[in-house]
């Protein structure tokens, strides 16, 4: 699979602030994926992207599938702790493999 | 309609012995795929099978095979384990119907080699 470069790497988060982060990739995808995973679990499915452009959101989480195929980002507003965890983005390319980005940590801010 | 199950959920291994886990796939979905995730590495594609055929690979060692069965049920075997096979093996189901490609994961088999 590619490389992805997911960032930022950790965030803390105070309740009821707004909060992004993004993955870009140095190869065009065909699909972009954002995942959530808890310790101890798998990663949940959050948000699915298949068209350049496209903007979809579920709840609270807003991503969007950049204009050039080689990025995405994922929003979420008004947060609260139970946003905490690790989020993943994944792109699928032409070679149909799923990529994934390393992670952005989500914590409180105490 | 129940999730990906794996099976076990933890497994202790000794260096040199081989292991095979277990992913059963949400029903109706024919596509299975296997990740590594380790602390330093992050989650690596292993393999993806369809129809009871290997249709993806991930760049690991022979080491590490699979299958799929009939209806759908895949197994994952790493022999000769090295301490390094340390990891939560994920293993995710999909449709692959039309243009979804959209992956769910099961909880994991936490693989300790000692």
């Known amino acids: 699979g590619q490389q992805l470069n997911q960032s930022p790497q950790s965030m803390f988060i105070q309740e009821g602030e707004d909060v992004s982060m993004n993955c870009t990739s140095s190869?065009?995808?065909?699909?972009w994926l954002w995942y959530k995973q808890d310790p101890g679990e798998g990663p949940v499915l959050l948000i699915a992207?298949?068209?350049?452009?496209e903007l979809t959101s579920n709840g609270r989480l807003t991503a969007q599938f950049g204009i050039t195929r080689k990025d995405s980002f994922l929003n979420i507003s008004a947060s609260i702790p139970s946003d905490v965890g690790i989020y993943f983005c994944?792109?699928?390319?032409?070679?149909?493999?799923?990529?994934f980005g390393a992670g952005t940590t989500v914590t409180v801010r105490a | 309609k129940a999730g990906v199950t794996q099976t076990p959920r933890y497994l202790i291994k000794t260096r040199g012995q081989q292991v095979t886990l277990s992913c059963s796939p949400i029903s109706g979905h024919r596509s299975v795929s296997w990740y590594q995730q380790t602390p330093g590495q992050g989650l690596q594609f292993l393999f993806e099978y369809f129809s009871e055929t290997q249709r993806n690979k991930g760049n690991f060692p022979g080491r590490f095979s699979g299958r799929q069965f009939s209806n759908s049920r895949s197994e994952m075997n790493v022999s000769t384990l090295e301490l390094g096979d340390s990891a939560l093996y994920l293993c995710?189901?999909?449709?692959?119907?039309?243009?979804?490609?959209?992956?769910?994961f099961g909880p994991g088999t936490r693989l300790t080699v000692t």
């Open positions: 995710a189901s999909s449709s692959n119907r039309g243009s979804s490609y959209e992956q769910y």
């Open positions: 992207l298949y068209k350049a452009g």
């Open positions: 994944a792109g699928r390319g032409d070679d149909y493999k799923l990529s």
């Open positions: 190869s065009i995808f065909n699909t």
